[in-house]
């Protein structure tokens, strides 16, 4: 969920890439030298951690969520909004991104939160992975998908969007660049508290623009400073891109998390996290209507 420590990591990350080590090398797209996928490998990597389901009493085809943790991975916050989507009639996958590559809790806040490795640039092929698991689950809508996306899972939702508007050609595929940018199907998106500093690549103007997005930041935020999203949205915007933001007031992050790491810049807020769902599940009623 926190980008908690990221401040302190950034002269090291600096300090590593200067050494010219070949695992943190920037010639590809993921920008740290990671062998990047095909589409199809990078959804049989994710398929064991990603946690698929659909309402009890579906008759058909459901629209579906696809759910991005922050990156120290899984908490309580996911399972609390899947069980409300669920009950609304709403299928869901959670993406265990940091599982997936093996990440545990302890390597998720030492180097995932610390920005030394998975960044949301490379993370967002975990978007379009998730994408392909969704649409060959005959169970699920594939015309009437979701996004979602917490801290780093919001980083994430906003460079997969990014890779999107700027349509990546289909050639990189074969280069090995990583799974082409197909966000088809995906109706609308929505990110919690998002990082949105550096090393964030996209600058807002290149988002998929029939995609609406809305974003939901933290007044207090002191892990993902709210003014970085609202200079990266006022930029989307004048581009032409409307984003829903709001601002909540004297909220910090993971507001909505009702099982916080021990952080003193973490308050839960009940009232806030009950607010939160309720208003993104109108969201979902009127973006992924039939």
Known sequence: MMFSFFLRAIPAALAIAATGLGAYASSNASGFGVPQRTLQEQAELLRPFTDIRIPEMATGPVPAVLMFHGCDGLRQVQEDYARSALDAGYGVLIIGSNAARGIDRFAAMSQVCTGLRLWGRERAADVFAGLYLAREDSRIDASRLALIGWSHGGWTVLEALDDAGRQVA???????????????????????????????????????????????????????????????????????????????????????????????????????????????LETLSLELAP
């Open 170 to 280: 289909p050639e990189a595929l074969e280069h090995g660049l990583g799974p082409v940018p197909d966000l088809a199907g995906v109706r609308t998106a929505m990110t919690l508290y998002p990082y949105c500093g550096f090393p964030m690549r996209s600058n807002g103007r290149e988002y998929a623009r029939d995609i609406p997005l809305h974003a939901i930041l933290a007044e207090n935020d002191m892990i993902a400073p709210p003014g970085d999203c609202e200079r990266l949205f006022e930029r989307s915007e004048t581009a032409g891109h409307r984003v829903d933001v709001q601002v909540w007031q004297g909220l910090t992050h993971a507001f909505d998390e009702p099982n916080p790491p021990p952080d003193p810049r973490i308050n839960f807020d009940i009232d806030a996290a009950e607010q939160a769902r309720s208003d993104w």
